[in-house]
Structures are given as structure tokens and as C-alpha cells.
């Protein structure tokens, strides 16, 4: 489902250095929220002008391979879902640190979110709006509130992309999927399945982004999925 | 019947065409009492749209869901991209991510363009036509966070900002009122608060309102009364408000007071339920399916606020959407039998039609159905009249589900039909289409049969008379047709007439044009033309030559009402012309035509021994069953044998299998045989059963052969006299249906008398198939014509057989002779090798037990014989009646045992007759039939236990055994489920405490009598234990049924955890239900994270198995510390406890070695294709004792 922007949209959507100081996540926001009046279209703040590893040329054409990545200090782009009268701007609780699949994502404020199984299976659906013999990838997640304060979770937002370009990859829901929902109290644990149609060959080269409300970055999870 | 209407266009052809009329009338081929309805209906009958397909976007996924606002069409579904009517796939595409909007009146796409980032299940628009309501799987639009319900502004397109409710799972289910938007689908939140499945939202700000009634499975329908009082449910729930309510309910605005209808739908979940539901302001329409007996499937018309029944049209095939313009309701889906409505019955191969129509008003009442017990029978509930309206959809692959036409929309005019096919009527037009009504379609569907399939046929056995048949064609649109005949070059119809036909239902046509100079010849040609204009103008048929004698054989053949006949008289082309309808054999290059024939005056043809030496019908034909007759003739000196007639189910001869085959066998003789099928599914096989001349027939001369099948057995007739029969073959092979004839060469493998070669060196002349038995009377007569002899009728042999021990008696009574003839003699073959019997009735005694041959040969006055035979057994006389040998087992249970004496024996003959337990207490149960019986004790001690066994011939046995009893221990857990758990999940067992789910939480409820854990996709998990339970000794019996059977090689598991130490942590036994109906118990560890190991592996439990439904008893002890000892038992509840474990294992795992709880689990393994549920309809643990 890339749109004809993507290109762009995946330039804007740069990286995110691990541990940033807060303060120049809010700062660059703020920078973004003027640049794109809006701040509806989904782009995440950039956090530095480098390109991402997963584009293959930039703007001019010069390959990328003349710009080192570092690995050690960029993760991929999340996924963004815009909110209705929450601005771009109002993204201030940083990731403090992103996870492989295997790893947990912390937010700055002590909140957290962890991937606690994941599975490749094939879908057996039957019926009205149903699918059969489709791959689909299932995600238990875990998300537990070490923040201070109450966490409403009735607006998370789970997005997956796979591949080197990023294909968005379809939500699919059955009988066993579940969102998260309600509010987390502080110190509380809350669980939700969600599942997404990437292909058994595409499950080495996921982006899930686990997107809470309007308020927090999305806690992104990247690589192979450790699916059983 | 009035639905022939005829005109003539000669003086003199209406009379001949009313005779006609009757004819056909009195041969059974008239077309049924439906009315006429379509695009142009009898009165009284609403028309359809036409079948024409109108150009409309497509789009490169499926449409599951439209609404028609105005002249707007919404449809959202799943797919990428758009493209204009006529694009090839993949080209001329716009992204539509979801969701694509159109003109009703030009099917072009218009500018409205969302990116729904996943699918869309359902559709619909405010009443005030100011709103669209998308739901689905969705969560953004447009980047924008959406909780799977989307609004959009009908004026503007935007997405409407205020309106921005959650839920925490898919919807699939939305209905409007210009204030309050309902949701059904599988969430168990909505706005943040608890709501099961169902919910309500603000619509001017999304709010979640108080409105929270509970569905326990998910809810694909809702619609407003029109009135607005109830909101009417529908899915694959069973109960609402914890209340039961299987499929369809509604309740009151507040949400609290439910109804349901009463309709004995036994089925709800993965094996039935309601796929939609709709309305058009006066009825409730219902797509109701079942995958198990007992279910409602088809279209169901309620009352809106009763529920009510207006209808039910019973037309099997699941339906999937209705939409009805208040006059004709369309349902999409993939029917295959619509027979108790008068409409298709099941077709061979299976035909689906991806879209019917019916009337709104009920016209008749329901036929009793003929597929008991495949389906319940509905007959005499109100039922619409099925409409002529049949146009062609494809299957698509996108779902892989083989299905068409999902949803459906429209309004007076248009239907808008959206779903997955690639093509309509034979053009490529993806997933969307319109269709709309006779003043605005072009109406260019016509007659379907093709000019060279209308081609007639014209034969003379008759002089100064042609007779000219042909098939009638069908029409998607239009019942009625008007045929006209025209002869040689003509171009005014000699004959004309209408008639009504449907695609299932098209007999032959035929009219004699009479008054034509004997040796003259004439030509045919039909057309064929519908109430809109459209004519298929036929091949000009064969050149006849008139009779200028009758062909006495020939009328006598045709008065007995043959399907087919080929009289093979040809002498040039490569066509042997069918002389009742127009199946005609193409012949191949072995075939030589112009032989000398068996009746004077007509020729044959040669078949030269080779598989080019074939001549076959092209066109398949319905088999002729139950009752069929298979007459021709045979000329031949080949001793290498072969087929002379044989049934295929291949066109070119490369059958897979055959049936209703006559043949020259491996002795030169006439063989008849037919094809059963033996075992069931990969491992099937072809058997074949024959009938078989005494003599030869491969002597050079022509030899008259007839055989004929019925409820009587079949009967082998040469030369007019019957020569071998017997009883059994009373039916052919149905699944060789529909299939083709072929006259010459064969498949004759693994046949009996098989000869070297199945492609005959030889004549062969006037065939003929009859879809009735024929009589001995009919066969000598065919006979004596041919021939010019006098006609005796062969006598029919019949009799019956009573065996006594190794005596048989047998009576010949039954057999009959065509009067005036009498049957002079009986002589009875006893199969043993011994001299015949004789007289009407005989007897016979046996040397020694077995299976024999008995024939019976009768004789009538002028000689002719006929013969029956039948198989009889005969047993050995009883010997010394032998003493039983007394056997049982005891199994104590606290103060209780079951003593089981069934594996008490007596020698054949004889049976144990009755039992007597003395329980050593004082106390005896008398002697009973019961081999096993239950006692408890007042107290507990060691008791000796006698039985005594007496056989049928009153000779006594008996033994004993000890047994020591125990106070039962008291349980700790405890469960009969008999509760609801409105909110789902298992809620709290009786002793016990509360049930926790171990995995798969929303699969877990109880519908009262069990504990249900649901396994509807492959690799589901779901479990619960009791987590207030701790302890270290478990005697676990629980109660355990598979409802439905598993596919698959690894079938469906139950789990029965005797030790759940913690998540990850615990022992287990599984319960594994294979599909071939065995059951294998296994220890089942899990811990440290360690992959799920079996120690001692698995024990298939010998000599039992269940079926789907079957209740199994298991039991299950796990006990000590240091190392736990776990064992297990399950048998068939309506059976005795075992008296043995059926697996015992130890096991140290050094963390399991502590206190845990206990639970049951279900897991459906990821080869299981069938969805399914393990249900526990007991449960109780107690200390071993």
C-alpha cells in the first residue's frame, strides 16, 4: 500500500537516535509540527538528517553505500498514526530504548512494551469477510505500565511493515486477535494479540510499531521475527 | 398445464401440435407448474433485473459489503487498486485501499478515495442518506487512528472528525439511526468499557452509549426494526444476554429484553449459524447455514419485532447477502439445491449459483426435501417463488473459499452484486457488476444453447412421416421461448410453440411433419428466440429420407419409450443419429458403416476390434437410474471379446470408471455387469457384479441381447429368452453420473471373465437404453419382430430361501409366465455340487456351513426358461452344549465397584443367557442380562465377589474375585457446568474456586452441561485451570466430547493437567482424537521452557474408538513427589470402566515435583483443517486413594 509519496514520506520518517535527550525530540517536534501544518500525514519527527539504511538510493541517486549507516545508533522508522485534536507536537514521552523482538521497549517515562510470542501460521478462515491459505504473522504483546500514571489504552495503534520496502502490512482479525483496551493502572500489565498478513519469507525484515496514544513515541520493534 | 401454448402456422398443424402437447405430456417431459418470472413474468409475477452484464469498476480483491445511497454505490471489502469496466487485470489501475465508491446509473468510480489500512467487513448509510459508516479491521484512515468504525460525509466524502469510536476487535456488523450507530462483530471492549461483541455509539461524538447487551460467539447482523423499537441480532452466537438464542434474537433499545425465534436451528458457531441479515422495510431477511444436520440453510423472511416466520425459500448452499427491492429479493451465495422450492435439484456435477431470486410474497409452501438425513426437512413452512434469474459468476481465488458473489445492493432498479469473481457471463468484470431492469439493460441475453447444440434431428420408421426433435434450450432471464421449425431452405416455420424451460429442466422437442413422399428428403433447422428478441438460429439438422415401409422393429422399439435409440443404419458421415432425442454417436475411423443389419431393411455398423473402432455420444448424459434397460445387437466370431455397450465417465473413452456394461467375455459368452464402489475415500475401489450367458454368442450369427436392471435384480436376455438373472443387482453405480455411451470398445480392467481385448471385432446394430426395466413380454416381442417368429415370452424365475441350521428350504412360488403360458417345471441348483432339486418348493440339507449359489431355472409350456439366483448361508447344527467359562474384572471407586463379566465366554453356538453376582455382603443381584453391573457397600473391608454365568442352554459357570473398598476421599474440584457465563470465559466451578484461563481466554464459555473450549483456526490453544487448587495427588474423571470430526492427520486434542505448577510448568495427559476415530493418551510435560515432551510416548488405546459427538470418559491419576507416577484411562461413557490402566508413566522433572493445580486444555493441531470445539461435560478431582 505505498501511496506515490512514499518516497518522501520515508525520508521524513528518519531516524530516532537511541536515548535522545527528550528535550531535542520535543524541539525538533515542534520544528516538524510548523513544517508540516497538519501534522496529519503520518511522519514522525526526524531526528537527524542522515539517510535510513533501508532506503536504497538517495534523493540524487548517489547510492547510500557512500553515506556509512550506523548501525549501533539508528533504529528503522516507526509507524505514526495521527489523532484528532492531538497535535504532532504533543509527542513527548520518548522511546528510551527500542528492542529487537527478542528485547523489551522502554519508554522515558518507565512504561513498557515486549513482544512475548510470536507465530507464523496460515490463515483457515471461513465465511463472510474470512480468509483462507493466507500467511499471517500473530504477535502477543505485553504491555506494562512502570510510568506514574494511568495509561489509556483504548487507541493503540500496531502497525507492521516488512521487507526492504517496507510494504505495510495488512491487520488481519479473527477470533483470537484482541487489542489492548481500557486504562493500565500504574505497575499494571495488560496483553493483546494482534496479527498481520507478511508472507512466511518476509518474517526476517519486520518493523512492528506499537503506537499508545497521541502523547508517546511509538516503541518500535525491528529485525527477524522469532516466530515458532 | 397451460405453459405449452402452440400456434400453428399451417392449417392442420395445430391439431397435430395439440396431439404433441399430450404427447409429451404422457411421456413425462413436460416442463413444471412454476410461473413464468423474469424480466418478462406471467402476470401477477414481479420481473428481475436482466442478466446483462453492465460495465462497472472492478477492483483487484473482494467486496464484502456495499450500500446505495442515492445514486451512490459504497463497497468496501479488500483490495488495492481500481480500475474502469473492460480494463484487463492489472492495468488502467487507481489505488483504493479498501473502500471504492461509484455511480449506481454509469458503474463509473468517482473521486472518493480513503486508505482504510485494513479491511473493511461492513457498510451501511444514516437513514437520513448524510452519513457512510465503515466497519472492519482496519485502525487508521488516512493515517488517522480509527478503532475499526470509521464515519464518512456523504456531501463532502471527508472523513467525519467527531466520529472516531473504539472497540478492541474487528467489527463486522454496523446499523444506523440518524443518532445512534450499533456495532456487532468479536470485540470485548468499546469506548474503553466492557461490552461483549455488541455495542452503541453517540453519532454525533462517538461516545459508547449504555446500551450493552452480550452475544457469546461473534454477531455479523444487525438491523433496526422499521418501527425502531428492536434491534435485531444475528450470527454465530447461541446465546444473548446469557439467555439461550441460537443464530437470530432481538432486543428492546435499552438493550435488556431479548426475543428469539422458534425455528429448532440446532446449530450455532463454526458448524451453523446466520452469515447477514437485512431488511426492506417489511421483512427480516436471514442467510442462515449449517455445515451438520439439522440447521436451516438458505433464505429466511421474519417478522421484524416477533421474529416470526414470513418464509423460508430452504435452498441449500451457503447464502451470503440479501438485498430485496420490496418486490424481488436477491440472495448472493452459492446455491446448489434449491428443490424443496421447486426450483434445481443438486446436479451431477454440482452446479452453484452465485445468485438467486425470489419472490418477497410467499407463493406456496415447501416440498419435503429428498435428502434426508443430509437435510432436515422443512416441508410445509411458506415458501417464495424461485424466479428466473440465472446469470453466470466465476469463482475467484482471492479468498480461497471458491466463491463468487459475497454481498449485494441496489435499489428498484439496479443490483449491484460485489464479491471476488473474475468474470460475468462469460466477460471479464472483477468483483463488482451491476444489473438492472428491462427498460434500462440492453436485454441481449438470449437462448444459451448454441446453434450447433439446437441442431435437430430427423428420422422416418414410418411412411409419408419425418420426425424432428430437438433440444429446448434455457435463457437467464426468460422462462418462456418460442421455437420455431423450419424445413429445407424455408424460411416460414412449418411449426412453431413456446414452452418453458429452466437450466436444469430442458426436454426434448419434437413434431412429425407428415404427408412426405415416401423416398423424399428433408431437412431442419429450429430457432429458438426470447420474449426480448433474441433468436439462436440452428445447424441445419441431418437429411432424413422418408420410410416407404414401416420399420415394424423400429416402432416397436420406440413404443416402449426408449432415452436414447440408434438404429446404426447409416450408411455415409461419421454420425449415428439418436432417433427419440439428439444424444447421436460420432463414430470413429474403426467404424465401418453399411453392414448387413439384424432387421431387414436397415443397416449396421462394423467395429474393427480396435479403440478407434468407437462410436460415443459427445455430449454427457444423465445416467439412466434407478431402473434402466440396455437392448441391442451383437454379431461377432472373435474370441478375443469385448465391449459391446458400456456407460463411461469419459468422453474420449479414458474412463476412471465405468458401469452398465454389456460385453463379449472371455468364454465368447454375453456378460453384463455393474460397478459398485467398495470402501470409502483414497483407499476405494471398483468392484464389479455380472450376469453371464450359459452360451456362446460369438458364433458368427446376430444375436439379440437385452439387459435390464430394477428393484427385481437383473435379468440377461438372448434371443428373447432370459438366461441368467440375479436378485442382488438391483441398482447401478451412481457415481457414474452423468457419464456417456459408447458402442465397440471399452474399459473392461479388473472385470470378471475379462476377455483379451476390450474393443470388439464385430457387428453391431439397433441399440437402444430405456430408463425403465423392460418385461420378458416386451423383450420376446422386440424379439419376434425382428425376427418373424412366434413370441413366447420367457417365464420369470423368483423365489425365496429359509435356512435352519444346515437345511434350506426354498419356494419357487413367485415365478411367473406371460399369459397364456404356463411354467411346467422348477429345477433348483443347490451350488454344492449335488444333483438338482425340483418342484415348486425343495429342500436341501448341507454337508457342511458356508455361502452357496442357489439357482432357480423354471420352464414354461413352450420351453422358454428363465433363471434367478441368489446366495444363501447355511450354518452347522449345534454341537453338545458346552459349559460357559465365568470371567469378570472389578473396578471400586470409594464404597462403589463396578464388576464387568463380559469377558464371561460360551462356545458357538451358544450365548451366555444371564448373571448372577453374589457380592460377598450378604446381598445378590438375581440373574440378569446386564454382563455388567454396579454395587456399593455399606462399609469398607475385603469382599469375595462370585459370578455365575448360565448359557441359552442352561449350562452354569462361575468364579470369584476379591475386591477391597475404601471411604471415598472428598473432591476438591468439582464441575458440571451447569450455569451461563454471560461475559464469557468458564467463570467459577462448583468446588473448586474460579476458573482461569490458561490461553486463549475468548474462546473459553459454557453453555449449561459443558464446558466449551472453541478451536476454530488451526494451531488454536485454549485452556483453563483452577487456580485455587494446590496439591500433589489428583484422581481427575472428567467427561469429554468432539463435536465435530478433525481433518487432518493429527486430529484434535484435549488435555487433562493433573499438576500445573505454573505457567509452562505441569504434567498433563493428552487426549488425542485421530481422524480415524482411534484415541491415543500421552504423558505430556512441560517445563523450563523446554519444548512439550512425551515421556514413554504415546498408547493408541486398542479397540476403542468414537465418533464426532461420542461423550469418552477419561480418568486421570498424578501423584507422589520425588517421582510422580501418571496414569490414565478413557473409554466410551455408554461402556464400563476399564479394569486396567491403558498408560502408566513415571517422571522426576525436578520442578514438577511440588504441589500445582489442576485443568483441561484443548488444542487444535495446525493440520486440522475442520474448525472445531472439545466440550467437558464433567469434571471432579479428588486425593488417589
Known sequence: MSGPDAPRRSRRQLLLRWGLPVLVLIVVGLLLALILPGGTDGSVPAADSEPTASEGLSPDGEPTATVPPSPATEQPAASVAAREGVPESARTVAVAAAAEFAGTAEWSDGASVRVTDARQQVTSGRGPGERAGQPQTVFALELTNGSGAPLDLNAVIVQAVYGGDKSQASPLYDAETVDFSRTLEPGGTATAIYSFAIPADQVGDVVLSVDVDGYRFPAVFSGAVPVR | MSSLSVRGSRAGSAALAALLAVGLLLLGLAVPGVASADTAPDPGVPATVAADRLGTVQVNGVVWSMVTVGNMVYATGSFTQARPAGAAAGTSETPRANLVAFSLTTGVMTAFNHTLNGQGRTITASPDGTRIYVGGDFTTVDGVARGHIAAFDVATGALITTFAPTSNAAVYSLAATDTTVYAGGNFTTAGGQARTRLAAFTASNGAVTAWAPTANHTVRGIVLSPDGTRVNLAGQFSQINGATAIAVANVNTAGTEMRTWQLGITNSGDAGGVWNMKTDGTNLYVVAYGFQVGNIEGTIALNPNTLELVWMNDCHGDPYDIFSTGTVVYTAGHVHDCETSGGYPDQRPTVWKRVIANTVAATGTLKATTQVPRYTSWAGRPNPNLLTFFPLLTAGSFTGQNQAAWSASGNGSYLVLGGEFPTVNGTGQQALVRMATRNIAPNTRGPELTAAQMRPNATSTTPGEIKVTWPSSWDMDNETLTYNLYRNTGTTPVYTVTAKSQWWNRPNMTWTDTGRPAGSTASYRVTVTDPLGNVVNSTQGNTATVASTASAYANRVLADSPAQYWRLGETTGTTAYDYVGTANLAEAAGITRGTAGAVTGDAAITANGTTTGRAATTASLTAPNPAFSVETWVRTTSTAGGVIAQFGDNATGANTTTDRSLYVDAGGRASFGLSRRVGTGATATIAYTTVRSPAVVNDGQWHHLVATVGAGGTQLYVDGAQVAGNATMTTA?????????????????????????????????????????????????????????????????????????????????????????????????????????????????????????????????????????????????????????????????????????????????????????????????????????????????????????????????????????????????????????????????????????????????????????????????????????????????????????????????????????????????????????????????????????????????????????????????????????????????????????????????????????????????????????????????????
Open chain 2, 733 to 1185: 453405480n451412481t457415481r457414474v453420473n452423468p457419464g456417456y455411451w459408447a458402442l465397440g470398445t471399452g474399459t473392461l480392467t479388473a472385470f470378471v471373465d475379462t476377455p483379451t481385448s476390450a474393443s470388439l471385432a464385430g457387428a453391431i446394430d439397433e441399440t437402444a437404453i430405456y430408463p425403465t426395466t423392460l418385461t420378458s413380454a416386451q423383450v420376446v416381442q422386440h424379439y419376434s419382430t425382428a425376427t418373424n417368429t412366434a413370441a413366447n415370452p420367457s417365464p420369470t424365475a423368483s423365489f425365496t430361501s429359509t435356512a435352519n441350521q444346515l437345511a434350506l428350504s426354498v419356494d419357487g412360488s413367485a415365478s411367473s409366465d406371460t399369459a397364456p403360458g404356463t411354467i411346467t417345471s422348477y429345477a433348483w441348483s443347490w451350488g454344492d455340487g449335488t444333483a438338482n432339486g425340483s418342484g415348486v418348493t425343495a429342500s436341501h440339507t448341507y454337508a457342511t456351513a458356508g455361502t452357496y449359489t442357489v439357482g432357480l431355472t423354471v420352464t414354461d409350456n413352450d420351453g422358454a426358461t428363465g433363471t434367478a439366483t441368489s446366495s444363501v448361508t447355511v450354518s452347522g447344527p449345534p454341537p453338545a452344549n458346552p459349559a460357559p467359562t465365568a470371567s469378570f474384572t472389578v473396578a471400586a471407586n470409594g464404597l462403589q465397584v463396578t464388576a464387568n463379566g463380559s469377558a464371561s465366554s460360551d462356545t458357538a453356538p451358544g450365548t451366555i443367557s444371564s448373571y448372577t453376582w453374589n457380592w460377598g455382603d450378604d446381598t445378590t443381584t438375581p440373574a440378569g442380562a446386564a454382563s455388567t453391573v454396579p454395587h456399593t457397600y455399606a462399609t469398607a473391608g475385603t469382599y469375595t465377589i462370585t459370578l455365575t454365568v448360565t448359557d441359552n442352554g442352561g449350562a452354569t459357570n462361575s468364579t470369584t474375585r476379591n475386591v477391597t473398598v475404601a471411604a471415598a476421599t472428598a473432591e476438591f474440584a468439582r464441575d458440571a457446568f451447569g450455569r451461563t457465563v454471560p461475559a464469557g470465559g468458564w467463570g467459577n466451578a462448583e468446588v473448586g474456586g474460579a476458573w482461569t484461563a490458561s490461553v486463549g481466554g475468548n474462546r473459553l464459555s459454557v453453555t449449561p452441561g459443558a464446558g466449551v473450549m472453541d478451536l476454530p483456526t488451526a494451531g488454536n490453544n485454549t485452556g483453563a485451570f483452577l487456580g485455587g487448587v494446590s496439591q500433589t495427588s489428583a484422581d481427575i474423571r472428567t467427561s469429554i466430547v468432539v463435536p465435530v470430526a478433525p481433518v487432518g492427520t493429527a486430529g484434535t486434542d484435549a488435555y487433562v493437567s493433573g499438576r500445573r505448577v505454573g505457567a509452562g510448568e505441569e504434567y498433563r495427559v493428552r487426549v488425542r482424537f485421530y481422524t480415524n476415530g482411534t484415541v491415543g493418551l500421552v504423558l505430556s510435560r512441560l517445563s523450563g521452557g523446554a519444548a512439550e515432551a512425551f515421556p514413554g510416548g504415546e498408547a493408541i488405546v486398542p479397540g476403542l474408538t468414537y465418533k464426532p459427538g461420542d461423550a469418552l470418559n477419561v480418568r486421570v491419576q498424578m501423584f507422589g513427589t520425588g517421582t510422580t507416577t501418571v496414569r490414565a484411562m478413557v473409554w466410551n461413557a455408554t461402556g464400563a470402566e476399564p479394569a486396567t490402566w491403558q498408560m502408566t508413566r513415571t517422571d522426576t522433572t525436578a520442578a514438577l515435583q511440588v504441589a500445582g493445580a489442576v485443568g483441561l486444555a484443548a488444542y487444535r493441531p495446525g493440520s486440522n483443517t475442520s474448525a472445531t470445539s472439545v466440550r467437558f461435560t464433567s469434571f471432579s478431582a479428588r486425593p488417589v486413594a
